[in-house]
């Protein structure tokens, strides 16, 4: 009985002792953005309605964490593969949950119920913050 105990307080404070900072942002995305900035690539696109809401959500992001912007203008493969190599933080560009590019980046749950952000892959942090924000924030 005393064993089974033991190793309940041992599997207690390993769960514990593991979720200290959690989400982890093995590259620390999130945490660089707040102390330089958020870099953010956009897409040249002819739907401008969707990079304006895009990137107004985004400076609306930026402006609650007290985060810095700086926005990158470059066609889609350029952006992804700075998203890949963090270089970047996110990529708007009016891209869809299916996306062919959903292998090489992470993307956040649909703000509009199709269409998501690019973050580099395995950042949780950055894409917790930018969840629970999208989610308070949905386009109508």
Not at 2 to 30: A, Q, W, Y
Not at 41 to 56: A, L, R
Request: aromatic content about 10%; charged content about 30%.
């Amino acid at each position: 009985m005393r064993e089974i105990t033991l190793l309940g307080i041992l599997l207690m404070f390993v769960f514990f002792s593991s979720s200290c900072n959690f989400p982890k942002d093995p590259n620390n995305s999130f945490e660089n953005a707040k102390k330089s900035s958020l870099r953010i690539g956009v897409v040249p696109k002819i739907d401008s309605t969707t990079i304006s809401f895009e990137k107004n959500l985004i400076e609306r992001f930026a402006q609650k964490e007290n985060l810095q912007t700086q926005f990158i203008s470059e066609n889609e493969t350029a952006l992804v593969k700075k998203l890949e190599n963090f270089e970047l933080d996110i990529v708007l560009g009016g891209f869809e949950k299916k996306s062919n590019w959903k292998s090489k980046v992470g993307m956040t749950k649909p703000y509009d119920g199709k269409h998501v952000l690019f973050i580099p892959r395995g950042e949780n942090r950055l894409l917790f913050q930018l969840e629970e924000f999208i989610e308070k924030n949905q386009k109508p």
